[in-house]
Structures are given as C-alpha cells and as structure tokens.
C-alpha cells in the first residue's frame, strides 16, 4: 500500500539553490544513489512556472510514478537562497509525489489557507502541528 512520509526539515543550511534541491532529493530515500532524476524533475517543473505560493514559500511538486512512497518534504532554511524566479526563499513544500495521494490532496488544500501559510512561513511549526492539520 502506497503511503505518503511527511518530513520536516528545518534549519538547513545551503547556500544556494540547487545545493537546496540536492538536499532535499537527498531526503528522499527512492532518490539517496541517484538524486539527479528527482532534482532534474523539479528544475523541468520551474521551466514551467514558478511554484512561489507567498513571499518566501514555494511549493515545488513533481510527480514520479517510480517512486514507493510519496513525499511532503517541509524544508526552512537557516538563512533565504534565490529561488528560479529571482525572489528570496526560505521555505520549500516539496510534493514528490507517486500519483493520485489524498494526503498530498489534503496537504495542497492547506496550502490554499493563508493561516496555514502564515504558520509555515513564521517557521515555527512543528511536524505534529502539520500531521493534524492533514488528518481533518
């Protein structure tokens, strides 16, 4: 049975980017010998549009029918990186997702809620606070 993990990665430390994309495929256990693919897909999604929700928040979400499991990575930095669309970021919702997830569905309803947002991007939430929010 197809789950979705919820990881709360906070106070990372990258200087950049793309050091922050490998960091985040790096979570990721399907992508850990090869992060390239994942980091890849996330670069094409950008291409795409940007994923900027709020001011220092993005949602980058790809899917990868690959993969066991899909993924909420909540990723706060310890200090903001330049993101795709030349605006400061600190905080990513990364979506990697295996395919039709209602977690993941859930999750991006949230998004929709600028509380919710506020919260993210206020960087206290703790990963108990967002499991909750995902089970109403």
Do not use: C
């Amino acid at each position: 049975m197809m789950k979705t993990k919820l990881i709360l990665d906070k106070n990372a430390i990258v200087h950049d980017r793309d050091e922050w994309l490998e960091h985040v495929a790096g979570i990721v256990p399907d992508f850990s010998d090869d992060p390239m693919t994942l980091i890849q897909a996330l670069k094409d999604r950008e291409e795409i549009g940007s994923t900027r929700l709020a001011e220092k928040l993005v949602m980058p979400h790809v899917v990868m029918p690959a993969i066991a499991d899909s993924y909420i990575i909540v990723s706060q930095l310890e200090s903001s990186v330049e993101w795709f669309d030349n605006h400061s970021v600190d905080t990513g919702t990364f979506l990697i997702v295996k395919g039709n997830d209602e977690l993941i569905s859930n999750f991006v309803v949230h998004m929709a809620d600028d509380s919710f947002i506020e919260q993210l991007s206020g960087r206290g939430i703790e990963k108990k606070t967002i499991e909750s929010l995902l089970e109403e």
